[in-house]
């Protein structure tokens, strides 16, 4: 990324919301030190519009083909304004906004629904592709719930999660996934972050978990779960909590954990007020 500070060319940065290299694509764009530098967010994942979101709309679904060519001749012939600009699609209301809009951080506290004490076992980690909480059973993840929104709430950026937990094993993973819980209609993965601690067994530390990067409008009456969890798999690699590398661990050990649920602070980047939507071929050709 310190190359792109030096970089002469014009850019086109594209990506997708539901891409795993959403954020390195806006930090591309944002370090690009060319004359003109364009950024293109959709609700799609890695493959674009051949991957488009639950949140995606008819306004979502642009031609990237003939966008791309159309920047390409105002590239050669010299015809783009210089700055950053562009465009991220607001998924869930079906329209556009200005590349650089990003949402005020806001601190929400959570209800404890169970698991504050929780095992974590490498041999039945949690699924990164089940959204199904068990009924029964000891708990395998610590569960928040936000209470419903009283407004539609419009996120445009960064994600993260502050608590104080405990595990007693000297690897963990802290896996936290925020789950949609709208007032109808089935739970949506919203957004995931992983981080790796090393501490002692035992010690309680507090830090955080950054889940990456939202533009989503929610409906009101919205709720948001919050999973804290030791496992996100298959998406990600088993720790096996020995503090050997995951692909080549011979042993497997169960870590118990505990989560302060009076510590759990869910950051998320709330927009003031309605936006002003821009058009996405506009702001790509200036």
């Known amino acids: 990324m310190a190359r792109a500070a030096h970089a002469g060319p014009p850019l086109l940065a594209v990506g997708g919301h ?6 390195e694509t806006v930090a591309l764009w ?11 967010l959709g609700p799609w994942g890695h493959p ?7 949140d995606a709309g008819p306004a979502h679904r642009l031609n990237l083909g003939e966008l791309y060519v159309r920047w390409a001749r105002r590239a050669l012939t010299g015809d783009l304004a210089p700055g950053h600009h562009g465009a991220l699609a607001l998924g869930g209301a079906g329209l556009w906004l ?5 949402g005020e951080p806001r601190a929400h506290r959570m209800r404890l629904l169970h698991g504050s004490a929780f095992t974590a076992d490498p041999v039945r980690p949690l699924r990164s592709d089940d959204l199904t909480v068990p009924a029964d059973g000891p708990p395998d993840r610590c569960l928040l719930v936000t209470p419903p929104s009283p407004r539609p709430l419009d996120l445009v950026g960064l994600v993260s999660v502050r608590l104080r937990a405990t595990a007693h094993t000297p690897s963990a993973d802290w896996a936290a996934r925020l789950v949609v819980l709208p007032p109808d209609g089935a739970a949506e993965r919203l957004a995931v972050g992983v981080v790796r601690r090393a501490e002692p067994a035992g010690q ?5 978990v950054g889940l990456g ?5 929610l409906r009101a009456g919205t709720r948001l779960r919050l999973e804290i969890a030791g496992h996100h798999f298959p998406a ?3 720790n096996p909590h020995t503090g050997d590398d995951p692909m080549t661990a011979a042993q497997l050990l169960a ?3 505990e989560v302060d649920p009076d510590s759990v602070v869910l950051n998320l980047p709330v927009l003031p007020s309605r936006p002003a939507p821009t058009d996405p071929a506009e702001e790509i050709l200036r």
């Open 18 to 23: 539901h891409d795993h290299f959403t954020e």
């Open 30 to 40: 944002r370090a690009w030190g060319g004359s003109s530098a364009r950024l293109l």
């Open 48 to 54: 674009l519009t051949a991957a488009p979101g639950p």
């Open 98 to 102: 200005p590349a650089d809009a990003e």
């Open 204 to 208: 309680e530390t507090a830090f955080t």
């Open 213 to 217: 990067r939202l533009a989503r409008r």
């Open 236 to 238: 990600h690699a088993r």
């Open 255 to 257: 870590s118990r954990r």
